[in-house]
């Protein structure tokens, strides 16, 4: 049994980390001959030099080779990434990467030219509504669709937070409505309540006195996935307005990593979105 160095990529939540684990179990790699890092503590030159080079170039103890399992790989800076590149090809007889991360284009091509490339897609937000209702099946809980369509719509596409949301509302074998706490991970149920309504201007409030800069990021991605949602855009009549917010959405999330003042410029991708909604 044997692996190449393996780059796994795809949305958060989809089950990167969890595969890595399984390889990890069905090659009967002991636990003395796995590192597992998560990149987005040890992101520069030292940690590599210090941790990940000292760890791969040991003869593995009781398997074959050596695993360096590192997760979250697209934090680590570009520097450190570049040292990797030898470290791969001078220990490929004793020791294999799994790495895997979010966002592909933040690996550097000298890296992923050494790794087998595996992209994790999301499925369709119909094909996780369905897998949802299948597992709340099997745990005996009583659900309405709406309110389990409300789960999925806030969390997609990652599958693992929709599951975490299920199980901390669920009590007594019944799915409770979603808890709206602005102030923690859960103020997208409000987003999502108040896109259903149409009110934009409430969620330009919410978000650019409530949120951060990370957060605001975050509901640029939100927003496009649950955009057929608003009640004006929604309409077929509405299809050109409904793609000029698209294109206006993206114009925002290109201009989120580059301006100095992340909040400022969601109110004015919002402004651009009352234009299309006649609010």
Same mark, same amino acid.
């Given at each position: 049994?044997? $692996?190449?160095?393996?780059?796994?990529?795809?949305?958060?939540?989809?089950?990167?980390?969890?595969?890595?684990?399984?390889?990890?179990?069905?090659?009967?790699?002991?636990? @003395?001959?796995?590192?597992? &890092?998560?990149?987005? *503590?040890?992101?520069? &030159?030292?940690?590599?030099?210090?941790?990940?080079?000292?760890?791969?170039?040991?003869?593995?103890?009781?398997?074959?080779?050596? &695993?360096?399992?590192? @997760?979250?790989?697209?934090?680590?800076?570009?520097?450190?990434?570049?040292?990797?590149?030898?470290?791969?090809?001078? *220990?490929?007889?004793?020791?294999?990467?799994?790495?895997?991360? *979010?966002?592909?284009?933040?690996?550097?091509?000298?890296?992923?030219?050494?790794?087998?490339? /595996?992209?994790?897609?999301?499925?369709?937000?119909?094909?996780?509504?369905?897998?949802?209702?299948?597992?709340?099946? &099997?745990?005996?809980?009583?659900?309405?669709?709406?309110? /389990?369509?409300?789960?999925?719509?806030?969390?997609?596409?990652?599958?693992?937070?929709?599951? *975490?949301?299920?199980?901390?509302?669920?009590?007594?074998?019944?799915?409770?409505?979603?808890?709206?706490?602005?102030?923690?991970?859960?103020?997208?149920?409000?987003?999502?309540?108040?896109?259903?309504?149409?009110?934009?201007?409430? $969620?330009?409030?919410?978000?650019?006195?409530?949120?951060?800069?990370?957060?605001?990021?975050?509901?640029?991605?939100?927003?496009?996935?649950?955009?057929?949602?608003?009640?004006?855009? @929604?309409?077929?009549?509405?299809?050109?307005?409904?793609?000029?917010?698209?294109?206006?959405?993206?114009?925002?999330?290109?201009?989120?990593?580059?301006?100095?003042?992340?909040?400022?410029?969601?109110? @004015?991708?919002? $402004?651009?979105?009352?234009?299309?909604?006649?609010?």
């Amino acid at each position: 049994q044997d $692996i190449p160095h393996l780059l796994l990529t795809g949305t958060q939540g989809s089950g990167k980390t969890t595969i890595g684990e399984i390889l990890i179990n069905e090659l009967q790699i002991d636990d @003395a001959d796995v590192l597992r &890092v998560n990149a987005s *503590n040890k992101t520069g &030159v030292d940690f590599v030099r210090e941790e990940i080079i000292g760890f791969a170039e040991l003869m593995p103890m009781n398997s074959r080779f050596k &695993v360096v399992h590192l @997760a979250e790989f697209d934090y680590m800076s570009q520097n450190a990434q570049g040292m990797l590149r030898d470290v791969l090809e001078a *220990n490929s007889d004793t020791c294999r990467f799994i790495c895997t991360c *979010n966002y592909e284009n933040k690996i550097i091509p000298a890296l992923k030219s050494r790794m087998q490339h /595996l992209r994790f897609k999301a499925p369709s937000k119909d094909d996780v509504l369905v897998r949802m209702a299948e597992i709340l099946a &099997v745990e005996a809980v009583d659900f309405d669709i709406e309110t /389990l369509e409300k789960y999925v719509d806030q969390a997609y596409p990652d599958l693992r937070k929709i599951i *975490n949301n299920l199980q901390l509302n669920t009590t007594a074998g019944q799915l409770g409505q979603p808890s709206i706490d602005s102030d923690g991970g859960d103020y997208k149920f409000k987003l999502l309540d108040l896109l259903v309504v149409g009110d934009l201007r409430s $969620i330009r409030t919410l978000v650019s006195e409530q949120l951060d800069s990370e957060q605001i990021g975050d509901c640029f991605e939100f927003l496009y996935r649950n955009l057929k949602k608003h009640p004006v855009l @929604a309409k077929p009549e509405n299809r050109d307005d409904y793609e000029q917010a698209l294109v206006t959405l993206n114009d925002g999330m290109y201009k989120h990593g580059l301006v100095a003042i992340p909040h400022l410029n969601f109110e @004015a991708t919002c $402004i651009r979105l009352f234009q299309l909604t006649g609010e």
